[in-house]
T-cell receptor
Framework: EDKVVQSPLSLVVHEGDTVTLNCSYEVTNFRSLLWYKQEKKAPTFLFML????IEKKSGRLSSILDKKELFSILNITATQTGDSAVYLC??????????FGGGTRVLVKP | NAGVTQTPKFQVLKTGQSMTLQCAQD?????MYWYRQDPGMGLRLIYY???????DKGEVPNGYNVSRLNKREFSLRLESAAPSQTSVYFCASSIQSGRVFNEQFFGPGTRLTVL
């Protein structure tokens, strides 16, 4: 059975702090790892990672994948209150199916 | 483009009642998905449709049926609702092309309560 585990479950930081979120996985027929941000409604896509060791960046967010150790991290630097959300990690397998982790809830205080 | 739309936004049912959740996408995607999200459990796949005319079970299909009406629309039916089906339901769509994996786009969700 495919499994995706995210840690920590939740964290509280202050504006300007750096946050590191973890995602580990055990998936058959791995194709890619995706990160989504979920505020009050639908998850919105952040990154898709398919190759080990190549960092993807978008503004203050960055992510990297380690396919040997089966994990990914998502970093958020210089956090802002607008970064408060649940961050979801999902692993894509055959059939374009996604298996999601339980999410990490991030609260950024002013 | 509206992207992925879902109706209704909210619904309250009594145990044993039936209902259909509707989903439509206007992005010409061939694959569509239904997920449920419960607190602390992320999203779990109920059913998916890789292409028009095909449907397959996901992780938690019991108590649900689906219909891929055409390329745009994918509905989820609860024949006899149970309190355990209280959840937020998300529809998603993506382009699936051979071995290329593409991100899924999500609708706004339907919050369902079964009393």
């Amino acid at each position: 059975e495919d499994k995706v585990v995210q840690s920590p479950l939740s964290l509280v930081v202050h504006e300007g702090d750096t946050v590191t979120l973890n995602c580990s996985y055990e998936v058959t027929n791995f194709r890619s790892l995706l990160w989504y941000k979920q505020e009050k409604k639908a998850p919105t896509f952040l990154f898709m990672l398919t190759s080990s060791g190549i960092e993807k960046k978008s503004g203050r967010l960055s992510s990297i994948l380690d396919k040997k150790e089966l994990f990914s991290i998502l970093n958020i630097t210089a956090t802002q209150t607008g970064d408060s959300a649940v961050y979801l990690c999902a692993v894509g397998a055959a059939g374009n199916k996604l298996t999601f982790g339980g999410g990490t809830r991030v609260l950024v205080k002013p | 483009n509206a992207g992925v739309t879902q109706t209704p936004k909210f619904q309250v049912l009594k145990t044993g009642q039936s209902m259909t959740l509707q989903c439509a996408q206007d992005m010409n995607h061939n694959s569509m998905y239904w997920y449920r999200q419960d607190p602390g459990m992320g999203l779990r796949l109920i059913y998916y449709s890789a292409s028009e005319g095909t449907t397959d079970k996901g992780e938690v299909p019991n108590g649900y049926n689906v219909s891929r009406l055409n390329k745009r629309e994918f509905s989820l039916r609860l024949e006899s609702a149970a309190p355990s089906q209280t959840s937020v339901y998300f529809c998603a769509s993506s382009i699936q092309s051979g071995r290329v994996f593409n991100e899924q786009f999500f609708g706004p969700g339907t919050r369902l309560t079964v009393l």
